[in-house]
């Protein structure tokens, strides 16, 4: 039996996924899609995950799209367009379950995270790398477009002609520049990245579900309406959070001065 695509465990309500295809530099197959949207399913269903860490095995976060298989679907006569549309289609769709997976994301980058590897870590909400990662598009190289989201997103969270200067030049710029543009939090040496990570991690998962839920919606949501209506839609979602079993629970535990219990809801 082939070893899986995609690792999943579970430490202390944080749900670590690492692509594992270490041979293919984690490039994104049919197969790997599939499981990462399984794993996004599950940790959906699952109360106890409180936080999730997209990782990887071997020396690259990821180099993107699975070149072999697109060159695989070019030869396969009549069904090539329809057997890239799905495969496309579905890189889209998982990317966007990870987006807005209800509990927060952590992209460990611990090597290079180019093209579709670029597009997973847009989708969490923190980013820590290590100093020798290196970020970039490249589809322009290979003649592709960024179908896992990377012309919406990029130009959001590093700016327009930054993102369209990697989309363009198909240049790699290292993880201190990214940092420097916003996307990546934090930078390790690659013997501490897994350790920080899970201290980050497990921090959020002491957190209140609940609230960091609606926070993620809060601020995405709000990215997408002007000021004045952003805040008026905050108002709205604090006014119901303030009946929240999780809002009673944090005051009450500053109240007695001990630890909140938090259970979502």
């Known amino acids: 039996m082939s070893p899986s695509s995609l ?11 690492r692509l594992n295809r270490p041979q293919a530099l984690n490039s994104l197959s049919p197969e790997l899609i599939k499981e990462l949207a ?18 990887s095995t071997g020396r690259a976060f990821s180099t993107g799209g699975d070149l072999k298989a697109l060159d695989a679907f070019a030869k396969s006569g009549e069904s090539a367009g329809a057997l890239t ?13 990870l987006e807005v997976l209800r509990v927060p994301t952590i992209a460990a980058v611990n090597g290079m995270a ?6 997973i870590a847009l989708c969490c909400d923190i ?18 477009l960024p179908g896992g989201g990377g012309s919406v997103r990029l130009p959001r969270k590093i ?7 990697l989309m363009l030049t198909g240049q790699n710029v290292t993880a201190r520049t990214m940092m420097e543009w916003g996307l990546v939090s ?46 008026k839609a905050e108002q709205a979602v604090v006014a119901v959070h303030n009946f929240s079993g999780d809002r009673n629970e944090g005051l009450s535990a500053f109240r007695e001065r001990r630890r909140p219990v938090f259970v979502g809801s």
Request: charged residues 25%; glycine residues 8%.
């Open 159 to 165: 700016g327009v002609n930054r993102a369209k200067y």
């Open 114 to 119: 180019l093209a579709g590897g670029l597009e």
């Open 38 to 55: 399984e794993a996004l399913r599950a940790i959906e269903d699952d109360k106890t995950i409180r936080a999730c860490v997209l990782a």
């Open 7 to 17: 690792t999943v465990e579970h430490q202390r309500g944080v749900a670590w996924l």
């Open 85 to 97: 549309a799905a495969y496309m289609e579905s890189i889209s769709t998982t990317l966007r379950k």
């Open 127 to 144: 980013v820590v790398a290590v100093e020798e990662a290196m970020f970039g598009d490249g589809h322009a190289k290979y003649g592709l």
């Open 186 to 231: 934090e930078i390790h040496p690659a013997d501490q990245l897994e350790h920080r990570t899970r201290e980050i991690a497990e921090v959020i998962a002491q957190n209140s579900p609940l609230g960091m839920r609606r926070m993620k919606q809060l601020v995405d949501d709000g990215l997408q309406h002007a000021v004045d209506v952003a805040l």
